[in-house]
């Protein structure tokens, strides 16, 4: 359990900086869409 192979690790950091960029994205959205019902009302 100690030993992770670099491979294993370079996927979980791939996987991570995805998750990360998918959520600030879907965010960024989020906050667009809720700006432009404040602008519109």
Same mark, same amino acid.
């Given at each position: 359990?100690?030993?992770i192979s670099?491979?294993?690790i370079i996927i979980l950091y791939d996987v991570g900086?995805?998750?990360i960029k998918i959520? +600030?994205? +879907?965010l960024a959205r989020e906050i667009i869409v809720? @700006? @432009?019902k404040? +602008?519109?009302d």
């Open positions: 359990m100690a030993y670099k491979t294993a900086v995805k998750s959520r +600030l994205v +879907l809720c @700006n @432009n404040f +602008l519109k």
